[in-house]
């Protein structure tokens, strides 16, 4: 698979991000992150801004929710099937992504509801 990486600017981060569907999405950046990648995959353009190593929002996929890196693997899902308590190895092996992707989802969404607490703890 020949991958060319290309930065492009971004539009500013505290604007909602728009699918094809015409939904708006609001995407979290932090500072490594407010930069459009694009690579050439397969000999296709594809543009994603970088949350995690494995975990992405590619604009056009699933509404620019975050997927895996190169596929259009819903994380929520990945949640989902965990939440439901199947293990980290048996998530990765049936999306077939490393089992660090997984792992990494998982961390990011702590993170996102250590946030929401802070947020709400803060307005109180």
């Known amino acids: ?7 492009e600017k971004a539009p500013p981060s505290s604007k909602p991000v ?5 939904r708006k999405h609001n995407v979290s950046l932090d500072s490594k992150t407010k930069n459009l990648m694009l ?7 594809y ?18 929710r975050p997927t895996f890196k190169y ?8 949640l989902g099937l965990l939440s439901a308590g ?3 190895e048996t998530v990765a092996k049936g999306y077939d ?14 993170q996102a ?6 947020h709400f703890t803060k307005a109180a």
Not at 18 to 22: E, F, V, Y
């Open 1 to 7: 698979m020949n991958k060319v990486k290309v930065m």
């Open 18 to 22: 728009h699918s094809r569907n015409g």
């Open 39 to 45: 690579e050439m995959v397969g000999g296709e353009p």
């Open 47 to 64: 543009k994603y801004y970088r949350i995690g190593r494995y975990v992405v929002s590619a604009p056009g996929i699933c509404g620019g």
């Open 71 to 78: 596929t259009r693997i819903d994380v929520r899902h990945a």
């Open 86 to 88: 199947r293990s980290i």
């Open 97 to 110: 992504v490393p089992i660090e992707a997984v792992q990494e989802a998982l961390k990011l969404a702590s």
């Open 113 to 118: 509801l250590d946030q929401q607490e802070t």
